[in-house]
T-cell receptor
Framework: DQQVKQNSPSLSVQEGRISILNCDYT??????FLWYKKYPAEGPTFLIS?????DKNEDGRFTVFLNKSAKHLSLHIVPSQPGDSAVYFC???????????FGTGTSLTVIP | KAGVTQTPRYLIKTRGQQVTLSCSPI?????VSWYQQTPGQGLQFLFE???????NKGNFPGRFSGRQFSNSRSEMNVSTLELGDSALYLC?????????????FGSGTQLSVL
């Protein structure tokens, strides 16, 4: 069962504009979320995380918002740069064990 | 600090063969997880090892197995390969604490089954 979902397989944005990537989850027990960025032929790299005690976490151009009532989180990239073109995965670990649940990914293309 | 190292990077096998993939975690990390990535399917969890014990297992057939050594290095084995096993296999390491921690991924092994 897909406990973490990314319903947009792809997104194209002009350089300098905002990119918004969305993620939904079904398990209300999740209390920590992460975003990973993946370039082709490379492993995913950690980008930013958020704990459920917060509704926003910011790191430079990247901000993650969490709406617990809607079981929804989003990643905002402002301003978007061509180097941001990659596949972005949202993920959530369970409270026990290290079986992270990953979304199917959103492929972001930033057009120069 | 060296990152997660996976070998080999690329592998071509034929149906029915078996394959062993290797993963060396970041020094000090005791948890190693394996994921399969196929187009459109995201990252599917295979299993996780902590201190040489399988702690979690995903929904994959018994043809997929793994082990972890005392130095935390891990191997994953797939027997009787099928065409559908063609995928990028990713290894990730972490400290292994429960809850809020990050996974650090290797570059993966791209397996092609012909």
């Amino acid at each position: 069962d897909q406990q973490v979902k990314q319903n947009s397989p792809s997104l194209s944005v002009q350089e300098g504009r905002i990119s918004i990537l969305n993620c939904d989850y079904t398990n209300s027990m999740f209390d920590y979320f992460l975003w990973y960025k993946k370039y082709p032929a490379e492993g995913p790299t950690f980008l930013i995380s958020i704990s459920s005690i917060k509704d926003k976490n910011e790191d430079g151009r990247f901000t993650v918002f969490l709406n617990k009532s809607a079981k929804h989180l989003s990643l905002h990239i402002v301003p978007s740069q061509p180097g941001d073109s990659a596949v972005y995965f949202c993920a959530a670990p369970p409270n026990t064990g290290n079986q992270f649940y990953f979304g199917t990914g959103t492929s972001l293309t930033v057009i120069p | 600090k060296a990152g997660v190292t996976q070998t080999p990077r690329y592998l071509i096998k034929t149906r029915g063969q078996q394959v062993t993939l290797s993963c060396s975690p970041i020094s000090g990390h005791r948890s190693v997880s394996w994921y399969q990535q196929t187009p459109g399917q995201g990252l599917q969890f295979l299993f996780e090892y902590f201190s040489e014990t399988q702690r979690n297992k995903g929904n994959f057939p018994g043809r997929f197995s793994g082990r972890q050594f005392s130095n935390s290095r891990s191997e994953m084995n797939v027997s009787t390969l099928e065409l559908g096993d063609s995928a990028l296999y990713l290894c990730a390491s972490s400290l292994g604490r429960m809850g809020n921690e990050k996974l650090f991924f290797g570059s993966g092994t791209q397996l092609s089954v012909l």
